[in-house]
């Protein structure tokens, strides 16, 4: 039997009916799941789960240190805890920028202030320049500009500032956030993209403004729904995450990647509708039995310093060894990693379900 199991904090909907789903279809192949319940970790001890599917660590210390073990002792996480532990909102800019995605132009801020318990003085920050330009910092990225926390999500610590008085009103309340000041793109679309395993996605409108989820079969072109596809296929081969959001703001039919470090999504059936729960709840099952089954322990590893030339797969981030013969085919042309189908829409991924 291959226990799969759930580590997860204030969900309802998903995790009961995920677990039903995973015993259900799993049955066949002695596939089981179940909630991971913990007591305290041994440094050492076998792995019981096969799988682990993460939604709460990034939340809880005692958990990411768990999980780390478990991969260690053979566990297959979803998502890797080594790589999520290390991985930042403005790294990802510049790698997906790298690939060739439309990125707005971002800049990394010094923080407004420091934990308490931190014992950070004027002496601590003397690498850093004073009085800031922060007239030059907007030149760069433009006028309005949104700020925002390099790591983070839910909407939380978000501000549009269109000049330099409201860029210093809203950076004052950011203490102790390292905070990203991005482009404003005045987008005419925007979408969400559920992600499933790295190449299964499934682009949503989205409302941001009223946080909703919106079941729009038409919503996307299909020559601009492909590339949705393409880029977010090509974020989550670099980046390794297999469950995740992308989020596109399209300005004249360019998609612009402007968040796609949400590997913790929301999969409540009251947030993001019956339609997609039921979708989420099944791709998801699906998902851990193959990985169960199947997985390899290189699968959850980054690959973005291959896919750049930085150096091979074993290298400083990159997955082990045992995928740098194979992983080099499909780097540049992800849809081709799922056999020819880039997602599960019927136009090959020109729409959103």
Known sequence: ??????????????????????????????????????????????????????????????????????????????????????DDKFFNYAVAAKLGLAIPKTLLLPQKGYPADVDITGESLHNLEHPIDWDGLLDFVGRPAILKPYSGGGWKHVYKVNDKKELLEAFDKTAPYCMTLQEFVDFDKYV??????????VPVHYDPKARQYLVEHEYLSAAVGARVVKDAQTINLALGYEMNTIEFAMKDDVPYAIDFLNPAPDFERDR????????????????????????????????????????????????????????????????AAVGGSASNTPSGGAKTK
């Open 1 to 86: 039997m291959k226990i799969v199991g759930l580590l997860c904090g204030r969900e309802y909907s998903f995790p009961p009916a995920f677990i039903a789903r995973v015993n259900q279809l799993g049955a066949k192949d002695g596939v089981a799941a179940e909630f991971v319940k913990l007591g305290g970790t041994k440094m050492g001890e076998p792995a019981r789960y096969s799988v682990i599917v993460d939604r709460i660590s990034h939340e809880v210390e005692y958990y990411r240190g768990y999980l780390k073990h478990a991969a260690l002792a053979g566990t297959y996480v979803i998502n890797n805890p080594f790589w999520w532990t290390a």
């Open 192 to 201: 969400r993209c559920f992600t499933f395993g790295k190449m299964d996605i």
């Open 272 to 335: 993001i509708t019956q339609f997609y729960f039921e979708m989420v709840v099944e791709k998801m099952a699906r998902l851990v039995i193959d990985r169960a089954l199947h997985g390899a322990p290189s699968n959850p590893w980054p690959r973005w310093e291959e896919m750049l030339g930085v150096g091979a797969a074993a290298g400083f981030t990159g997955a082990p060894k045992a995928v740098a013969h194979t992983a080099g085919a499909n780097v540049s042309t992800p849809a």
